[in-house]
């Protein structure tokens, strides 16, 4: 059975920082691309980052660009999202997906394996 848990949600004044941490288990993701995706209260999800396979690429939503990093620990099966400079309008669960593909991408639909989700909540 494959499992992505996510952790390192939790509550940051704005300006601050979190790490978000998503644990593969029961399947490899190593020749794999991995997002993160986030969802907002009476929002749709909405894409944030992804990594290609090698974790050669990356690729992010513009809300987030120069904020954000997405990195990955393939030997762990671990993807990371390291996110500063934290602002109230990026307070969402925060999902962690693998992709069906080896390159990133920014589609949903792309995506077949999906984590739980971790709350991220920006305090002004």
């Known amino acids: 059975q494959v499992q992505l848990v996510e952790s390192g949600g939790g509550l940051v004044q704005a300006g601050g920082s979190l790490r978000l941490s998503c644990a593969a288990s029961g399947r490899t993701f190593t020749n794999y691309a991995m997002g993160w995706f986030r969802q907002a209260p009476g929002k749709e999800r909405e894409f944030v980052a992804t990594i290609n396979w090698s974790g050669s690429s990356t690729y992010y939503a513009d809300s987030v660009k120069g904020r954000f990093t997405i990195s990955r620990n393939s030997a762990k099966n671990t993807v990371y999202l390291q996110m500063n400079s934290l602002k109230p309008e990026d307070t969402a669960v925060y999902y962690c997906?693998?992709?069906?593909?080896?390159?990133?991408?920014?589609?949903?639909?792309?995506?077949?394996?999906w984590g739980q989700g971790t709350q991220v909540t920006v305090s002004s």
């Open positions: 997906a693998g992709c069906r593909r080896s390159f990133t991408s920014t589609v949903q639909s792309d995506y077949n394996y």
